[in-house]
């Protein structure tokens, strides 16, 4: 069974700075996807960005930007120039017929 | 692209009462629905998978008489909470997805279900 750890419960920055949330996940499987979704206060989950783990290329999505380290079973994800709008809990997952989800980090921008 | 709709998004049942939960995807087919149940301050937990026109598949201690699944269409799986009691109150979410483990699930906005 895979599991998926994310061990910062909350994490707080200020607008315009850097944040980096980190993820790492336990597999047997060589194929499969990882995905990082936020849940703002509305609780609808958005897609944030999404990585292969047969590429070794890093995803990246505007200010979002993964750093995949497969050999490691990481999956961070660096936030820049933060936004209010990014307060939320972010959730870290892992695909492999079905998704499996760490436990969440609350992130909040201070403005 | 990609919407996935949920109705009701809220629900105040009494105990003993049965409840449904619609989960449609808007703009494409889906070949896979899950339906997933979320405590305050928690994270997702799977219920079930299901395949459009096939019986779900249950997680791990999730009651499927209680929890009863349908996906009769490939834009609609509806999720039934038979005899309800206060401890099924919860949050509950679907997602969609096309097909193919590798393809991203989309997510419904949630039904909040509070059982007195």
């Known amino acids: 069974a895979q599991t998926v750890t994310q061990s910062q419960p909350e994490m707080s920055v200020q607008e315009a700075e850097t944040v980096t949330l980190s993820c790492t996940y336990d597999t047997s499987e060589s194929n499969y996807y990882l995905f990082w979704y936020k849940q703002p206060p509305s609780r609808q989950m958005i897609l944030v960005i999404r990585q292969e783990a047969y590429k070794q290329q890093n995803a990246t999505e505007n200010r979002f930007s993964v750093n995949f380290q497969k050999a490691a079973k990481s999956f961070s994800l660096k936030i820049s120039d933060s936004q209010l709008g990014d307060t939320a809990m972010y959730f870290c997952?892992?695909?492999?017929?079905?998704?499996?989800f760490g436990t969440g980090t609350r992130l909040t921008i201070i403005p | 692209g990609a919407v996935v709709s949920q109705h009701p998004s809220r629900v105040i049942c009494k105990s003993g009462t049965s409840v449904k939960i619609e989960c449609r995807s808007l703009?494409?087919?889906?070949?896979?629905m899950f339906w997933y149940r979320q405590f305050p301050k928690q994270s997702l937990m799977l219920m079930a998978t299901s395949n459009e026109g096939s019986k779900a598949t249950y997680e791990q201690g999730v009651e499927k008489d209680k929890f009863l699944i349908n996906h009769a269409s490939l834009t609609l799986s509806t999720l039934t909470v038979t005899s309800a009691h206060p401890e099924d109150s919860s949050f509950y979410i679907c997602s969609a997805r096309t097909s193919g483990y590798t393809d991203t699930q989309y997510f419904g906005p949630g039904t909040r279900l509070t059982v007195l």
């Open positions: 703009d494409f087919q889906a070949t896979t």
């Open positions: 997952a892992f695909a492999y017929e079905k998704l499996t």
